[in-house]
């Protein structure tokens, strides 16, 4: 079966079409990180207008990259949430549109969801139970998979997601945009010595990220570090005790729920799951094998929500006309 996956849920725009699942035919995406990073920021009406202006070429590529016609698909798959209302909106009306035109299925996808099923896109597949920790701009989540949409949350950030403390810090050393890429960069080789912080939690595996991000900015100040595009040691030095930091208690507190069930796997999503140290801490700390995406699987792109919608659409979970945007869409029951 091949499905044609579109997302639109933030600042990229991507299309692709997957077939049976785990095998991609054509990935394309359309970043727009350049066009916000003037901003320090993603601004949500210049995202959707962009959405508007690249979503029917750049699904028009993904058809022809996969030398697929239309009458070739099985289904239609779209992110309908979490996002910006505006972008998923641009995502779902092209969506239903094509849908209803070629007379094919409908799935709506939940993008959290999906990140997870981009581990499925690679040569090693996921094996149920499965702990994932899904880590982006906007959500910092760690969930249960039992199967197929059988999805716990166990614990989830309770101020500003990792992603989001990455661009904060950021900007406030006056790295740049988006901070995790630029922080991972500017900080290569640098031996961090700052001692900054870890919000634990006791007796929860929620996240806290929302101290660390404050700790800086207030250290940054005290040192009289002043955003600049030409950074001081210093300043890199902050910037790489924060990664470090942020990575420990990621991976520690991942690692920590794995004993409680017994699971065969810890699956890497969302963004940040592209981040070197996270990475390569998460696998020499881990008991139990660990599964990462390819780099331009972690961040937002088609391929993994035309991956999920496949596992949908073997469920049954159609979605019907009346599919909506959802911004605030949550991923599975809470524990």
């Known amino acids: 079966m091949k499905i044609l996956g579109i997302e639109t849920s933030c600042d990229e725009t991507a299309a692709a079409m997957v077939e049976d699942g785990t095998k991609i035919l054509s990935n394309v995406i359309s970043s727009q990180v350049e066009l916000h990073s003037r901003y320090g920021g993603i601004v949500p009406e210049v995202a959707s207008r962009q959405h508007l202006l690249s979503i029917m070429p750049i699904v028009e590529k993904a058809l022809a990259d996969a030398k697929v016609r239309h009458s070739d698909l099985s289904a239609i798959a779209v992110t309908n949430g979490p996002g910006l209302a505006g972008s998923l909106l641009v995502g779902v009306n ?44 906007g959500h910092t989540e760690l969930v249960l998979l039992q199967g197929h949409g059988e999805i ?44 900054l912080p870890r919000a634990w939690i006791k007796g929860s595996d929620d996240f806290s990220f929302s101290g660390i991000k404050t700790a800086v ?11 600049s595009p030409n950074p001081n040691p210093l300043a890199l030095d902050l910037a790489a005790s924060f990664q470090q930091a942020v990575v420990d208690v990621l991976v520690t507190k991942t690692v920590a729920v794995v004993g409680k069930h017994g699971v065969n796997q810890i699956l890497l999503a969302g963004g940040v799951a592209a981040n070197k140290l996270l990475r390569e801490t998460m696998v020499r700390r881990s008991p139990i094998p660990v599964l990462i995406p390819a780099h331009i699987l972690c961040t937002d792109n088609a ?31 809470s524990k």
């Open 94 to 137: 092209l969506a239903k549109a094509l849908a209803l035109a070629w007379g094919l299925p409908l799935i709506g996808v939940n993008h959290l969801e999906a990140h997870i099923y981009a581990n499925w896109l690679g040569e090693d597949k996921p094996v149920f139970p499965v702990i994932s920790l899904i880590v982006s701009g």
């Open 217 to 227: 900015v207030r250290l940054a100040e005290e040192l009289k570090i002043s955003p």
């Open 303 to 333: 391929a993994m929500v035309a991956c999920c919608g496949y596992f949908r659409l073997l469920q049954g979970k159609v979605a019907g006309w009346d599919l909506d945007v959802v911004p605030g869409l949550s991923l599975g029951s």
């Open 152 to 195: 716990t949350r166990l614990g989830r950030t309770r101020d500003d997601a990792a992603g989001e403390a990455f661009d904060k810090v950021a900007r406030a050393l006056g790295l740049g945009y988006p901070g995790g890429p630029v922080i991972e960069r500017a900080t290569q080789g640098i031996t961090p010595t700052y001692r």
